[in-house]
């Protein structure tokens, strides 16, 4: 069965300072991979997502994240943090293949705080 | 363009009552979905449609049931709420498989 860990439920990091969230999966073969961001009081947005080929993307805001095949892992970064980025972090996965229902499954979610 | 529309936004239900949330899209999509988010849980499929006519279980379906006359909307039902069903639900939509979700802004339940 596929599952998504965030090993990090939560993350301070200071204003200007760099990020990474980290996001393991499991699952038998390449998904697809993404992370969603939800502002306080808000619903889900999403930052960026990982189809095929290059397996560094970019997003919206500044972020990127990698995925690395080795380590089933799909980590999510930004070189310079803002005060606006201070928001909860959901990566989530997907199945691939013909009977494909686009169901996501989401990790635990990681907030993000940022300290001036 | 209004994206995902969810009705009402708050809700106060007392054990036993039913109620039906909404979710409206005016994007076309064939994807809808239902999920909650409780804290420490992440996100939880409740069900989803892959089409106008069509629903499944997702991974927590007990105690709801969806109805999809209508492509544009998704209906979520309770009928009888219990304390264990508080919780935010949000209603997701999507165009085609892998390319991520269009999120609604979310319901938040409290069953007392």
């Known amino acids: 069965a596929q599952s998504v860990t965030q090993p990090d439920i939560h993350i301070t990091v200071s204003e200007g300072a760099s990020l990474e969230l980290r996001c393991n999966y499991s699952y038998g073969a390449t998904p697809y991979l993404f992370w969603y961001v939800q502002s306080p009081g808000q619903g889900l947005q999403l930052l960026l997502k990982?189809?095929?080929?290059?397996?560094l993307v970019q997003g919206i805001k500044g972020f990127e994240a990698e995925f690395k095949r080795s380590q089933s892992s799909f980590n999510l970064r930004k070189p310079s943090v803002h005060w606006s980025d201070a928001a909860e972090y959901f990566c989530a996965v997907g199945a691939r293949g013909s009977s494909n229902t686009g169901k996501l499954i989401f990790g635990q979610g990681t907030t993000l705080q940022v300290k001036p | 363009n209004a994206g995902v529309t969810q009705t009402p936004k708050f809700r106060v239900l007392k054990t036993g009552q039913s109620m039906t949330l909404l979710c409206a899209q005016d994007?076309?999509?064939?994807?809808m979905y239902w999920y909650r988010q409780d804290p420490g849980m992440g996100l939880r499929l409740i069900h989803y449609?892959?089409?106008?006519?069509?629903?499944a279980k997702g991974e927590v379906p007990d105690g709801y049931n969806v109805s999809r006359l209508k492509k544009q909307n998704f209906l979520l039902g309770l009928e009888s709420a219990a304390p264990s069903q508080t919780s935010v639900y949000f209603c997701a939509s999507s165009y085609s498989t892998g390319i991520g979700y269009t999120f609604g802004s979310g319901t938040r339940l409290t069953v007392v």
């Open positions: 994007m076309n999509h064939e994807y």
């Open positions: 449609s892959v089409g106008e006519g069509t629903t």
């Open positions: 990982y189809f095929s080929g290059d397996t």
